[in-house]
């Protein structure tokens, strides 16, 4: 089979139609140039070029084979650049995982950030409840995940990636709605839209301990899993919610938010893991990124 540095020297030759002048932009000497092309013809059984003292010119089997050894050419050069730029993290993909909640906020901000300081990157993005995500990583399925702190993750790397301030989402004619900022007081027997400890356990625990923490028994009316269901019930009049500040981007015309006036340690918090013994170059790159 004939060899890539072959093909080059006979590209070279068929575009200068010259010996010297090939082997000029070869950086070769003459005799190797034309053993190269020695070699090739015979590989293929069959001539390439026409030589004699004043001119070299390509035979009827020399045309048909210059813009296949150029496709050749162009074919392996494309392929090297595309592994090195994979090998680099330049190029390849992403798989992350995120929490419904996480991606009213931080996702789309994430986004922004990461095709623009990796524009060759495919970035696949899997929207899981943080147990599901945890299996996901496990089983390779995914690169990194944002999760709520829930589960010891000790095959894991993992990094606190923000923390998000409690607002109170508000029916319209609430008269809560007339203050700028609420208490946890404040909503004490008051009808309350709860998140689920099975489907959202996290904020379900972590409203828990904040009402425990202040005494506080709100009315809970309903019990659900996702933030827009939530919303939705606010916003016909259930009673009121409390939530992360990024669920303030979800617009319900009867729905007003209004800030939650606690202790800094009462934040919903949100971690990036990812599997330290992970083989894919991108995932450096983007932790080095983030």
Known sequence: MFELSQLRCFVAVAEQLH?????????????????QIQ???????????????????LTSAGRVFLPEAKRILRLSDNARRWTQRVWRGEAGTLRIGFTAASGYGMLPDLMVK?????????????????SAQVDALASGVLDVGFIRPVVALRQFESREYLRE???AALPADDPLCDK?????????????????????SYFHDLLGALFMQ??????????VGQMHSMLALVDAGFGAALLPEAAAR??????????????????????MIWDPDSENPVLERFLTLI
């Open 19 to 35: 010996f010297g002048r090939a082997a000029d932009q070869l950086n070769m000497t003459q005799p190797p140039l034309s053993r």
């Open 39 to 57: 070699l090739l013809e015979r590989e293929l059984d069959a001539p390439l070029l026409i030589r004699n003292s004043r001119s070299v010119r």
């Open 114 to 130: 990461v095709h623009a300081a990796m524009p060759g990157v495919d970035v696949v993005l899997r929207e899981m409840v943080t």
């Open 165 to 167: 301030h409690l607002v």
């Open 180 to 200: 700028d900022s609420i208490q946890v007081q404040d909503l004490h027997a008051r009808p309350f839209v709860m998140f689920s400890p099975d489907a959202s």
């Open 214 to 223: 202040n005494k506080v028994s709100p009315d809970i009316v309903h019990q």
């Open 250 to 271: 979800l617009q319900f015309p009867n729905v007003r938010f209004r800030p939650l006036q606690a202790a800094s340690d009462w934040t919903a918090k949100l971690n």
